[in-house]
């Protein structure tokens, strides 16, 4: 059977497959369908991915809050994202869960998670990736709420269905919530109620001798895991850097994580004047601190972008194969440059199917620099 057949075979018994699966659940489930979600008193939500996925959950996890003040809030995180979240106001506990942990160390979390006897489980992930709907389906809670997308629907009790066409991705955590009957919404992309390291920024302010006047622009160099269909080339973020010198007077500061060291320290050789390196030398909670004093951002579409979206810096969003309707900021304080090929977006993919990772490389410096004046004129404005 050739591969088309299958997909129209898999089509056809998927609405069976899911009315065979819907009544096992209710056998095996008895009484959940006369759980009403407002009565929830233990809630787990699970968000196991990157640091911008959960800087973009958070209106969704503030508005669970709001729609459930008696009841004990858990988030589920990845230990790389925990430091961002432990401690916000909005959350009663973090648990963490390390990626490369052993069998033995999964089976003791799954363990510990049934021990919590939550009643309502939330997993907000929206993808392919089958890790926090296996955790979700073994949480022994009585309420398992997921998208229904994919073999991710079987996972579930109560499956939310996705809205069509391409959203926002702060947007696509809200369709959860919405779901649960939460009337106190928020769609504010603010770090309000997170545990700041504020020292860190007074200290960072007397060690570079930086005033408060003085004109500071974050750039995030790297991109997820580096590949190359995502990264801006190393000499055009050091012309950047000092043309923003040259021109507004502006500090440029490279932030990035332990892996980032080598990419920053390349682009500070290759500039004529001075940047402050900062790869592997903040914690998320330190950046998150840090992002407030930024007065303009320039990345790909990292976590740190999305701090610094929070944190309510201008931005300028290097854009090479990413779909921008579902990760690009909302607001006029963004742009995002990113050139019209064929083959854009191609998120997916960690290679070029063109070979010369045109969609990255053919965004001039010229260019980036013009939207550096956009936004340099809408700082004056704030600063009037």
Same mark, same amino acid.
């Given at each position: ?129 089958? +890790?926090?709907? !296996?955790?979700? =389906? ?11 997308? @994919? *073999? %991710? #629907? ?19 955590? +809200?369709?959860? !919530?919405?779901? =649960? ?11 309000? @109620? *997170? %545990? #700041? ?41 050091? #012309? ?145």
């Amino acid at each position: 059977m050739n591969r088309s057949r299958w997909k129209t075979t898999i089509k056809r018994l998927t609405p069976f497959l899911d009315g065979v699966i819907d009544r096992f659940k209710n056998f095996l489930f008895k009484g959940q369908k006369d759980f009403v979600f407002a009565n929830a008193r233990n809630i787990l939500i699970i968000r196991l991915d990157r640091v911008g996925d959960l800087v973009l959950s958070i209106p969704a996890i503030k508005s669970l809050r709001a729609s459930f003040p008696k009841a004990k809030l858990t988030l589920l995180v990845n230990t790389y994202t925990r430091n961002l979240i432990d401690g916000a106001s909005f959350l009663d506990e973090v648990i963490a869960y390390s990626p490369d942990s052993k069998l033995g160390e999964k089976l003791r979390l799954i363990k510990e998670i049934r021990r919590q006897n939550y009643d309502l489980v939330i997993d907000l992930i929206y993808s392919r990736k089958l +890790l926090s709907a !296996v955790i979700a =389906l073994l949480s022994g809670a009585t309420i398992k709420v997921g998208f229904d997308t @994919g *073999i %991710r #629907r079987f996972f579930f009790n109560r499956k939310v269905m996705p809205r069509s066409g391409k959203r926002y991705e702060m947007d696509r955590n +809200l369709e959860i !919530v919405e779901f =649960l009957g939460c009337k106190s919404v928020t769609r504010n992309l603010g770090l309000n @109620g *997170i %545990r #700041r390291d504020e020292k860190i920024l007074g200290e960072f302010c007397r060690e570079y001798n930086i005033g408060s006047s003085t004109l500071l622009v974050g750039i995030h160099p790297s991109a997820y895991k580096n590949v190359l269909n995502r990264s801006w080339p190393k000499e055009n973020f050091a #012309r950047l850097g000092d043309e923003l010198f040259y021109r507004y007077g502006a500090r440029s500061m490279i932030t990035g994580g332990p892996e980032d060291v080598k990419l920053g320290e390349k682009i500070q050789r290759l500039m004529k004047t001075k940047a402050i390196l900062l790869a592997n030398k903040l914690t998320l909670s330190q950046l998150c601190a840090l992002s407030t004093r930024f007065d303009l951002f320039i990345s790909t579409f990292t976590g740190p972008l999305h701090i610094a979206v929070a944190s309510g810096a201008l931005t300028i969003i290097l854009s090479g194969p990413t779909p921008v309707k579902r990760w690009a900021p909302q607001g006029n304080g963004h742009i995002v440059i990113q050139k019209d090929l064929p083959c854009v977006p191609c998120q997916d993919r960690t290679y070029c199917e063109r070979g010369d990772y045109a969609c990255m490389r053919k965004i001039s410096v010229e260019e980036v620099l013009r939207a550096v004046e956009v936004q340099m004129r809408r700082l004056t404005k704030r600063e009037d």
